[in-house]
């Protein structure tokens, strides 16, 4: 192929591509006023919505008088985070649909070890961070992002995306396998990352001319690659291409600029597997972006708590300094109105003195009152009072079956949540990260009877437990009834399956696989355990036999010395 014609090819990549971005800029476009508008009212530090928004120190957050929203997203992400993915404790587990295969020892030691080295993957990088503040902003925008990439010395590094920043594409599945973004970075910055030979003319000679600061329109694309093979290793064959080019901006991402014709990418690679999770806390029907979260539910409330807040302080200001009138002679004199001020004027009439304009009788009392209810049902919509549980209490000590019996109604609000975030959030980051590991070589290898089998994540957070309480309390209720009726009727017992009870209840409150036996452990100590017994029965037989024998050899007869020779030798009565 000649130079040309892979310039050629270059350009029209470059412009499918581009075309792409557009769509998807175009698709997110009537989302941006209401993220901008929740940003204001919510979470005023958080959203990017021009290519130009960074290093911005100045003051946002200039329409919160009564900051109630916020300290309740705070509360609710930290919340979450204490409930769903705590640094703290084990969140999750793996195992197989095969349980019994689970309950063999390889295969369950290799699924201990693989959990415990997947959690310190977690601990090691920065992903409770990003974690916190994907909570933060999927509880008040309704969506979120964060990309998860190799990393040489923590095994993964995740990259958090902020509001308007990103675009998402799904496929029919309504699943996100799109991502684009547009961002800036300096000319230094992009030599660097993307290396001379790779970025255009127009940079590399600013570049050669000391112009490192100036900044570069940068456009990243991630999107299924629909020629990829899955076998090899170069980023044609990969699941998912990844793109890099300095491009133009988007219209709804800011205004539309011209820029100079791109020669070449920045960077093309690939991904085996999709590197950015984009939850949404609840979606209506095909909306690429989520539609209803806390955030939203509690727009109206917040706008109507900063009016009443206003209103109150413009009460108390025209009562403590009211607007006031006199006569014009005092118009020089009166140089101030501090409090113990002295003002002496010749003038025997009281019309001379400075009064109220009007007396402020504002009831007062009643716009306290509709602030305390605003900033209450602000509250509950942030689901602060389930959520200020788990954030301050020992996350170590407290258990589900607590979060179960005192918030049980918001748990089953939450329920249809908690299961989009396990789909869209915890499964992926989970398969993302075992995947990187296993190409990395770090995880040991699998027992020879895993070939074939689908690995499985079971959540056991604290949310996820208290989410099976409500529903597991059943199997205490059962077996409280069945040793209820063993009283009456013993035959009741066989009813009950005791063993699977153990695992169906441990499984519900989460407790390691350690405490509780396996099924071959289970018969295998039954197994001994009657046989201890049986024999122990036999040593009692045989010493009470060997007792009576003694007794019987000792009792006297009538011809013969003891009873035990009658027994034995027989009596000769010939």
């Known amino acids: 192929m000649t130079d040309q014609a892979m310039n050629t090819a270059t350009l029209n990549k470059l412009t499918h591509y581009r075309r792409r971005v557009e769509l998807l800029a175009s698709e997110r476009a009537t989302f941006i006023p209401l993220w901008r508008e929740l940003s204001d009212y919510h979470l005023s530090n958080r959203g990017r919505f021009l290519v130009t928004d960074r290093n911005k120190g100045y003051k946002r957050n200039t329409k919160q008088l009564n900051n109630t929203s916020r300290l309740a997203g705070r509360t609710m992400a930290a919340g979450m985070m204490a409930g769903i993915t705590s640094p703290a404790r084990p969140w999750f587990r793996l195992g197989l649909s095969d349980k019994a295969l689970m309950e063999f020892g390889p295969v369950k030691d290799w699924l201990m070890k693989v959990e415990r080295l997947m959690r310190e993957i977690y601990n090691r990088s920065n992903t409770y961070n990003v974690l916190h503040s994907t909570y933060a902003e999927l509880g008040v925008f309704g969506t979120a992002a964060f990309g998860v990439f190799e990393d040489f010395d923590n095994v993964i590094r995740l990259k958090q995306y902020t509001i308007g920043s990103y675009m998402l594409g799904m496929n029919g599945k309504d699943q996100v396998d799109t991502f684009a973004r547009e961002y800036q970075l300096t000319v230094g910055q992009l030599v660097k990352e993307f290396g001379e030979d790779n970025v255009s003319h127009d940079v590399k000679n600013r570049w050669d001319n000391g112009d490192t600061e100036s900044w570069v329109d940068v456009t990243h694309l991630i999107e299924p690659n629909d020629n990829a093979d899955g076998m090899g290793v170069f980023a ?91 006569p014009s002679g005092l118009k020089n004199k009166v140089k101030t109105l501090k409090p113990d001020t002295i003002l002496f004027e010749d003038s025997s009439s009281p019309n001379q003195a400075l009064r109220p304009i009007y007396e402020v009788n504002f009831p007062l009392q009643y716009v306290i009152n509709d602030i305390n209810a605003l900033e209450d049902r602000i509250s509950r919509t942030f689901y602060e009072d389930l959520f200020l549980m788990l954030a301050n209490s020992d996350r170590r000590q407290i258990t589900a079956r607590e979060v179960a019996e005192r918030h049980e109604e918001k748990l089953l609000m939450l329920g249809p949540v908690l299961e989009r975030l396990h789909n869209e959030l915890l499964d992926p980051l989970i398969d993302r990260t075992f995947n990187i590991a296993m190409e990395a070589g770090i995880l040991p290898p699998p027992p020879t009877e895993l070939q074939g089998q689908e690995i499985r994540v079971e959540y056991i957070s604290v949310l996820a437990q208290a989410q099976r309480m409500v529903a597991s309390a059943g199997v205490e209720q059962l077996a409280g009834f069945v040793g209820g009726l063993t009283n009456i009727w013993p035959e009741a017992r066989h009813k009950f399956n005791v063993a699977q009870a153990v695992d169906d209840y441990g499984e519900a409150i989460g407790v390691s696989p350690d405490l509780i036996r396996t099924d071959d452990e289970f018969d295998e100590v039954v197994a001994q355990e009657a046989a201890a017994m049986q024999q122990q029965q036999q040593q009692v037989q045989a010493a009470q036999a060997a007792q009576t024998a003694t007794q019987m050899a000792n009792a006297p007869s009538l011809d013969d010395p003891n009873m035990l020779s009658d027994l034995v030798g027989g009596k000769n009565d010939g």
Do not use: H
């Not at 300095?246 to 011209?258: A, C, L, P, W």
């Open 236 to 326: 044609i064959n990969k699941k998912f291409r990844s793109v890099y080019f300095e491009g133009v901006r988007s219209s709804s991402g800011g205004k539309t600029t011209s820029t100079r014709s791109v020669e070449k990418f920045l960077r093309e690679s690939g991904f085996n597997s999709f590197p950015v999770m984009g939850p949404r806390w609840d979606v209506t029907g095909e909306d690429i972006y989520g539609s209803m979260c806390p955030g939203l539910d509690s727009l109206g409330d917040t706008k109507g708590l900063q009016i009443s807040e206003k209103m109150k302080y413009e009460a108390i200001a025209k009562m403590v300094k009211p607007p006031l009138q006199g």
